[in-house]
């Protein structure tokens, strides 16, 4: 079984302390909060179930870690290019790939993100996709909501979810 090195860094932030893992390369692998910490491992652990993950401490701080520090600062744009390695199916994928199409301080049903997709008819799909994300903020499923409205799930929290949305419709 092949190894992946990928390295850790602990940050504060206005919504509580994250845990950022990231490879050589720079790209996102999980991006999570510290208290959410069995879930990340849980999702790394279904989408590296072929791989020997190595966690080892960054050397030094991240361009990824400087780039949320400036989305928390109200830099919004800051995450726009930072690259991501998502490993889901091909259909979490997709809808991951069309989370971070939606822009900064808009939402979306998951109605519309399922339609945005092509596949209309996979609401419930969709949210499974969204609630399987693994990269917090930089994939931004907190933007996903109800079909009327309302603040649904969120990994982190219904108000880690409501800061984020606020914080983004401020900025």
């Not at 919004?76 to 690259?83: F, N, Q």
């Not at 996979?122 to 969204?130: D, T």
């Amino acid at each position: 079984m092949a190894t992946q090195t990928l390295q850790t860094e602990r940050f504060e932030t206005p919504t509580g302390r994250m845990l950022l893992i990231t490879d050589e390369h720079g790209w996102v692998h999980a991006l999570d909060w510290e208290d959410q910490r069995e879930r990340t491992q849980r999702l790394l652990g279904r989408y590296y179930r072929h791989v020997t993950l190595a966690m080892r401490e960054a050397n030094g701080e991240s361009a990824a870690k400087r780039a949320l520090l400036a989305y928390f600062k109200g830099r919004l744009e800051a995450i726009a290019t930072l690259r991501v390695a998502t490993s889901g199916t091909d259909f979490q994928n997709q809808v991951w790939t069309a989370l971070r199409r939606i822009p900064s301080g808009q939402t979306v049903s998951y109605g519309a993100l399922a339609k945005e997709i092509g596949r209309p008819a996979a609401v419930r799909a969709v949210g499974l996709a969204n609630g399987s994300n693994p990269i917090a903020i930089v994939v931004p499923c907190h933007r996903v909501i109800g079909a009327n409205a309302s603040l649904t799930g969120y990994g982190g929290g219904l108000e880690r979810k409501r800061w984020l949305l606020a914080h983004e419709a401020s900025a």
